[in-house]
Protein backbone atom coordinates (compact mmCIF):
# COMPACT_ATOMS: atom_id res chain seq x y z
CA UNK A 1 0.00 0.00 0.00
CA UNK A 2 1.54 3.32 -1.05
CA UNK A 3 1.73 6.14 1.80
CA UNK A 4 -0.33 8.67 -0.30
CA UNK A 5 -3.35 6.68 0.19
CA UNK A 6 -5.73 7.35 2.43
CA UNK A 7 -6.26 4.43 3.95
CA UNK A 8 -2.63 4.25 5.52
CA UNK A 9 -3.90 7.30 7.69
CA UNK A 10 -6.05 4.90 9.90
CA UNK A 11 -5.89 5.23 13.24
CA UNK A 12 -4.81 2.10 15.21
CA UNK A 13 -8.98 2.07 16.92
CA UNK A 14 -10.41 2.81 13.23
CA UNK A 15 -8.67 -0.34 11.92
CA UNK A 16 -9.68 -2.28 14.78
CA UNK A 17 -13.23 -1.53 14.05
CA UNK A 18 -13.15 -2.02 10.72
CA UNK A 19 -11.31 -5.89 12.08
CA UNK A 20 -14.25 -6.10 14.10
CA UNK A 21 -16.98 -5.12 11.16
CA UNK A 22 -15.49 -7.60 8.99
CA UNK A 23 -15.29 -10.48 11.55
CA UNK A 24 -19.00 -9.67 12.89
CA UNK A 25 -20.02 -9.75 8.99
CA UNK A 26 -18.04 -13.09 8.29
CA UNK A 27 -19.90 -14.82 11.37
CA UNK A 28 -23.14 -13.73 10.55
CA UNK A 29 -22.26 -15.31 7.26
CA UNK A 30 -21.15 -18.62 8.50
CA UNK A 31 -24.42 -18.64 10.76
CA UNK A 32 -26.86 -18.04 7.90
CA UNK A 33 -25.23 -20.16 5.83
CA UNK A 34 -25.24 -23.43 8.38
CA UNK A 35 -29.10 -22.31 9.23
CA UNK A 36 -29.59 -22.72 5.23
CA UNK A 37 -27.77 -26.46 5.02
CA UNK A 38 -30.10 -27.05 8.41
CA UNK A 39 -33.22 -25.91 6.85
CA UNK A 40 -32.23 -28.16 3.50
CA UNK A 41 -31.27 -30.75 5.22
CA UNK A 42 -34.47 -30.87 7.01
CA UNK A 43 -36.49 -30.42 4.09
CA UNK A 44 -34.54 -33.50 2.23
CA UNK A 45 -35.56 -35.71 5.23
CA UNK A 46 -39.28 -34.83 4.98
CA UNK A 47 -38.96 -35.70 1.28
CA UNK A 48 -37.47 -39.35 2.00
CA UNK A 49 -40.05 -40.10 4.76
CA UNK A 50 -42.85 -39.05 2.13
CA UNK A 51 -40.92 -41.21 -0.20
CA UNK A 52 -40.87 -43.85 1.91
CA UNK A 53 -44.46 -44.24 3.11
CA UNK A 54 -45.09 -44.17 -0.42
CA UNK A 55 -43.56 -46.93 -1.01
CA UNK A 56 -44.78 -48.61 1.54
CA UNK A 57 -48.00 -47.70 0.65
CA UNK A 58 -47.83 -49.07 -2.69
CA UNK A 59 -45.57 -52.31 -1.56
CA UNK A 60 -49.12 -52.91 0.75
CA UNK A 61 -51.70 -52.44 -2.57
CA UNK A 62 -49.37 -54.81 -4.33
CA UNK A 63 -48.88 -57.53 -1.71
CA UNK A 64 -52.90 -57.70 -0.88
CA UNK A 65 -53.81 -58.05 -4.49
CA UNK A 66 -51.19 -60.93 -5.06
CA UNK A 67 -52.72 -62.36 -1.86
CA UNK A 68 -56.20 -61.90 -4.15
CA UNK A 69 -54.96 -62.99 -6.90
CA UNK A 70 -53.50 -66.02 -5.10
CA UNK A 71 -56.21 -67.25 -3.24
CA UNK A 72 -58.49 -66.80 -6.01
CA UNK A 73 -56.24 -69.52 -7.83
CA UNK A 74 -55.87 -71.75 -4.97
CA UNK A 75 -59.95 -71.29 -5.13
CA UNK A 76 -59.97 -72.47 -8.76
CA UNK A 77 -57.86 -75.34 -8.42
CA UNK A 78 -59.34 -76.40 -5.06
CA UNK A 79 -62.87 -75.96 -7.29
CA UNK A 80 -60.95 -77.70 -10.42
CA UNK A 81 -60.24 -80.63 -8.66
CA UNK A 82 -63.61 -81.29 -6.85
CA UNK A 83 -64.96 -81.36 -10.79
CA UNK A 84 -61.96 -83.50 -12.07
CA UNK A 85 -62.87 -85.98 -9.28
CA UNK A 86 -66.57 -85.73 -10.17
CA UNK A 87 -65.77 -86.26 -14.21
CA UNK A 88 -63.32 -89.21 -12.84
CA UNK A 89 -66.09 -90.52 -10.69
CA UNK A 90 -68.78 -90.26 -13.23
CA UNK A 91 -66.70 -91.98 -15.97
CA UNK A 92 -65.69 -94.94 -13.76
CA UNK A 93 -69.24 -95.76 -12.98
CA UNK A 94 -70.29 -95.64 -16.71
CA UNK A 95 -67.44 -97.84 -17.69
CA UNK A 96 -68.46 -100.06 -14.82
CA UNK A 97 -72.30 -100.19 -15.92
CA UNK A 98 -70.94 -100.54 -19.87
CA UNK A 99 -69.03 -103.19 -18.54
CA UNK A 100 -72.23 -105.48 -17.01
CA UNK A 101 -73.98 -104.42 -20.05
CA UNK A 102 -72.04 -106.45 -22.18
Known sequence: M????????????????????????????????????????NLINERIEKIELMTKSNLSEVNTFLH?????FENFLHKHKKEHTSVNMKLLKITEDLSNAL
Open 2 to 41: PVSDKDFEISHEQLIKVCKILLYKQNLLSKKNAYERGELA
Open 68 to 72: TVHSD
